[in-house]
């Protein structure tokens, strides 16, 4: 996936990949930001912006592609995998 490469490049440029229980930890918050953001979009929370959502979606994505990257796992065929198993199940 040019994405985990793309992100593999930065990283390598930055120093390198945290540990592990790093990453996770900064993906969890990261989330936290995103559901502060859905919470805007709800009228719970703060003023909603579209701009805020896409930058907290980039950067779920951006901590989640990392520990695919340090774990060696292919996110597009995880998904694809996925996928399959959402299809067969759920349908």
Known sequence: MKLQKDVD??????????????????????VGELADVILSFEG???????AKLEEELGDVLFALI???NYFEVD???AL???IRK?????L
């Open 75 to 77: 996110l597009e065929s």
């Open 9 to 30: 490049e930065l990283i390598k440029k930055m120093g390198g990949y945290w540990t592990p229980s790093q990453m996770l930890t900064a993906l969890v918050e990261e």
């Open 66 to 68: 990392c520990i695919a």
């Open 86 to 90: 959402y299809s067969t199940r759920d």
């Open 44 to 50: 719970v929370k703060g003023k909603k912006s579209r």
């Open 80 to 82: 694809r995998q996925t």
